[in-house]
């Protein structure tokens, strides 16, 4: 991690436009409510100009169309995407374990190994694994008989991969995930539950990386797919013969039921659940905590329980919040109604007297 630079470089670096004194040096970078002299922060929200403006920061990257004031300013149409460079380039040296296979590690008999790979302590590879080049296996790791890593995969720490996966290219899983662990499949037979047995595998195509404590689940048959360059948070599960198509998000805690089909760019918020044997079309965004219950066509946006399309929902959540008030008028109405009949009967009641 190189330990400064000026304002100027890093402007270069990510190629945006120079405002301000190039040459003031840069150590860090922090948010703006943690950033001082020699620091350099961000601004992408006209919510947050104030603090800027209060802020010691020396340097931010920003937008033409914010306020940042008299700071030293790199400007470029895509502020977060400026950020990500630069952070890449104050990125500490991650600790990889050394090429080459620990003596505390334990490779089973026909295990093809590419070039240039490291293999970390207590790690356990299998027969008739293959790991490509350039890949990585981190500490207490497994990998199950017959699976397969392509080029430039990352394990971390104690990540199962069991029995005849595959893993494509530049694939990174981190701490504690399970790939490949029985789906949730059950009989009922006489009162009890008989086990179904799964025996597909999990393929993970090229550039996914998966978060920690994540789940993905074997297929019955045939197999779970996860798609090219599809990106999922930690703590996220993946059920049985569930298709993820290229380039998803899935956020954490989200859950998804088995057999279930996304399609491309799909988007789940943080603990959306999926309902199984259904299927969610390309470009569809679902909001967080919202319940998949259905079919959902391509470039849809929904959200609610269960999840319907954004502008049902928001007619919905704006009836409910009429509900108090409709509830007063009922209530007046309910004894206004009261009344009336009390006054109709009155003389009749007269009338009985005489």
């Known amino acids: 991690m190189p330990t400064s630079t ?52 020396s340097a931010v990257i920003t937008t033409a169309k914010l306020d940042y004031g008299n700071k030293a300013a790199i400007i470029c149409k895509h502020p977060d995407q400026g950020l990500a460079t630069v952070l890449k380039h104050f990125e500490p040296s991650r600790c990889h374990p050394d090429t080459g296979i620990d003596t505390r590690a334990s490779v089973e008999e026909h295990v093809s190994l590419g070039e240039n ?5 207590g790690a356990v590879i299998q ?20 699976s397969t890593l392509g080029d430039n995969c990352i394990l971390w720490p104690n990540v199962v991969i069991l029995e005849r996966c595959q893993l494509g290219n530049r694939v990174i899983v981190h701490s504690n995930t399970t790939i490949g662990a029985d789906g949730f499949g059950y009989n009922s037979v006489a009162g009890k539950f008989q086990k179904i047995p799964h025996i597909g595998s999990v393929r993970i195509e090229d550039d996914v990386e998966i978060g920690a404590g994540s789940c993905i689940d074997r297929a019955q048959c045939h197999e779970t797919v996860i798609g090219q360059g599809t990106k999922i948070d930690n703590l996220v599960q993946v059920a049985h013969n569930v298709q993820i198509g290229a380039n998803c998000c899935l956020c954490s805690q989200v859950g998804i039921a088995g057999s279930t089909h996304l399609g491309d760019n799909v988007m789940l918020g943080g603990k959306v659940g999926v309902k199984d044997n ?7 965004k679902v ?28 007619e919905r959540m704006k009836a409910i ?15 206004r109604v009261i009344h009336l009949e ?13």
């Open 278 to 284: 259904i299927s969610i079309g390309s470009r569809v």
């Open 321 to 335: 919040r009429q509900l108090p008030s409709i509830l007063r008028k009922v209530r007046d109405l309910f004894q």
């Open 117 to 121: 790979i490291a293999i970390g302590a």
């Open 6 to 57: 000026t304002l100027e470089e890093l402007a270069y670096l990510i190629g945006g436009d120079l405002q301000g004194d190039g040459k003031i040096t840069i150590s860090g970078v922090f948010p703006i409510e943690y950033a001082g002299h020699g620091h350099l922060t961000w601004l992408t929200s006209a919510n947050h100009e104030k603090r800027l403006h209060e802020s010691e920061a």
């Open 287 to 314: 909001f967080a905590y919202s319940a998949v219950a259905g079919n959902i066509p391509d470039d849809s946006t929904c959200l609610g329980i269960p999840a319907e399309s954004q502008a049902s929902s928001f």
């Open 127 to 146: 027969k008739g694994v293959k790991i490509g080049n350039n890949s990585i296996i981190h500490a207490n790791c497994f990998v199950g008989q017959d």
């Open 342 to 354: 009390n006054e109709l009967h009155r003389p009749q009641q007269r009338n009985g007297k005489r």
